[in-house]
């Protein structure tokens, strides 16, 4: 591939960036999802639901079925739905001060993901990212699934902000997420025109 060839993928790339599910979303699993783009190429792609709270399972709870104890004091970190593939698989999306030795992905300049339990011993001892948020499974797309869905208008794209990402309040991510795109959530249509 020339220069120009690689310039247009990677300006095509997706990875980064957040997809918000269309009010038409017909998969209830992913219905007013917002999803942070961890991996994006010709060869597919893969993401994290980031406003999907798993409200019955607790990381406390996990790290008792892994068997790690939690050092005094250690906060519990939200637990996510992170899509329907691998869902006994954890990923940890974080601040990018963090970083394992094996196993972390810079995701952005300030986002990175890291899919080893080494992350999860840190958070637990005190010693991880300042921010995160652990996901259980992941959203997978295979090459040119994605593009077509977001064709056949099942998808917004935006740059991803660290507020929306991280915070709290998840029943507000998916409206905040159209409102820095300057979409008025109440007036967006399910489907799509055609000229």
């Not at 709270?53 to 607790?58: E, F, G, N, W």
Request: net charge negative; aromatic share 6%.
């Amino acid at each position: 591939m020339n220069n120009l060839g690689a310039m247009e993928a990677q300006d095509t790339s997706l990875t980064g960036k957040l997809l918000i599910a269309m009010p038409a979303m017909d998969d209830p699993r992913f219905a007013h999802s917002v999803i942070y783009m961890c991996a994006h190429s010709a060869d597919g792609g893969m993401g994290l639901i980031v406003n999907k709270p798993q409200y019955q399972i607790h990381f406390s709870d996990l790290l008792e079925q892994m068997g790690i104890k939690k050092a005094e004091g250690v906060r519990d970190i939200r637990v996510h739905f992170g899509g329907p593939v691998d869902q006994s698989r954890g990923f940890v999306l974080h601040s990018s001060e963090y970083s394992s030795d094996v196993g972390t992905l810079e995701v952005a300049k300030d986002i990175s993901m890291t899919a080893t339990m080494t992350v999860i011993e840190d958070i637990a001892k005190g010693n991880g990212p300042e921010t995160s948020m652990l996901a259980l499974g992941y959203a997978g797309w295979g090459p040119g699934q994605l593009e077509s869905e977001i064709a056949h208008n099942g998808w917004l794209t935006c740059d991803a902000h660290s507020d929306i990402i991280f915070g709290r309040t998840n029943d507000h991510k998916w409206s905040a997420a159209l409102k820095r795109m300057g979409i008025d959530p109440l007036l967006l249509s399910g489907s799509a025109g055609r000229a």
